[in-house]
């Protein structure tokens, strides 16, 4: 499978800053990538650091001045990566609560829910359409500081709602859950993409309960806890507005077909 990802993001500076993006795929072994990634500010090149975390994440850092700021990215990505590798420290990393996924007020509700299924598998199934069915997917109607039990209040949210409901609620019944930033063929709308992976079966596998795109064809940008890990833009010291972002990411073919009851790894 081939697929070409891209994403432009052009940003207003008013006050001098430090930025650290994450757009650029993530190197995974047994896929070979090739890409193309710069910053200019007024339409001068800017160098960024290139700063390498677990899982491959990679942010690229730098200081910049006032006026308007253009990240430009894009990537071909053929083959398949090998499974992502499993640690213990992973293993006991999610399942502890986190900022956005606050496993710890969960407890209760998921005994109750789904404390009656016995294997993982199950569960995992029982999880994805459960968040699937009780959210409603509407763009604008969450903040960018709500988390997991705001979520389930809400009713509504975008992906990375979904999904910090999604690990939280599988960290509450033992599940390790983690949230990955994806660049995702056929999402609808098109942006940066958010979905859970859960320790399942040996394996780390995605969930995404919105539906919102084939889970085979999706690729890996950062992994993390939750939002704060992986956000594909932080800003440190001074102010600015996103003007525009544009993401794009197609396959080369027909889409895979995708159903909730299968077990699927980011490859």
């Not at 499978?1 to 006050?15: C, G, Q, S, Y």
């Not at 001098?16 to 007024?42: H, N, Y």
């Not at 599940?175 to 859960?198: K, N, Q, S, T």
Request: glycine letters at 8%; proline letters at 5%; charged letters at 20%.
């Amino acid at each position: 499978m081939k697929r070409d990802v891209a994403a432009e993001l052009d940003v207003a500076i008013t006050a001098p800053t430090t930025l650290e993006f994450q757009i650029a795929v993530a190197p995974q072994p047994g896929a070979q990538v090739t890409e193309e990634l710069s910053f200019t500010l007024d339409g001068t090149e800017i160098r960024a650091q290139e700063i390498t975390g677990e899982h491959g994440n990679r942010i690229h850092k730098f200081d910049a001045g006032t006026g308007l700021l253009q990240a430009r990215y894009s990537a071909s990505v053929v083959g398949r990566a090998e499974p992502a590798p499993v640690t213990d420290i992973d293993l006991s990393t999610y399942l502890r609560p986190s900022r956005y996924a606050e496993a710890d007020k969960f407890f209760g509700f998921a005994a109750t829910e789904f404390g009656k299924y016995a294997d993982s598998v199950t569960i995992l199934e029982k999880v994805s359409s459960w968040v699937g069915t009780r959210l409603s997917y509407v763009p604008g109607s969450s903040d960018p500081i709500d988390g997991a039990a705001d979520t389930l209040l809400a009713g509504a949210g975008v992906c990375r709602d979904y999904a910090h409901l999604t690990i939280a609620l599988l960290r509450a019944v033992n599940i390790p859950a983690r949230l990955v930033a994806v660049y995702a063929p056929g999402c609808e709308p098109m942006d940066f993409h958010a979905v859970a992976e859960a320790f399942v079966d040996g394996h780390w596998r995605v969930v995404d309960a919105t539906c919102l795109a084939p889970r085979q064809a999706m690729v890996r940008i950062a992994t993390g806890r939750d939002a704060a890990d992986t956000a594909f833009l932080d800003n440190h010291k001074g102010s600015i507005t996103l003007n525009n972002a544009t993401v794009t990411a197609v396959v080369d073919g027909d889409l895979p077909k995708d159903s909730v009851d299968q077990l699927v790894s980011i490859t």
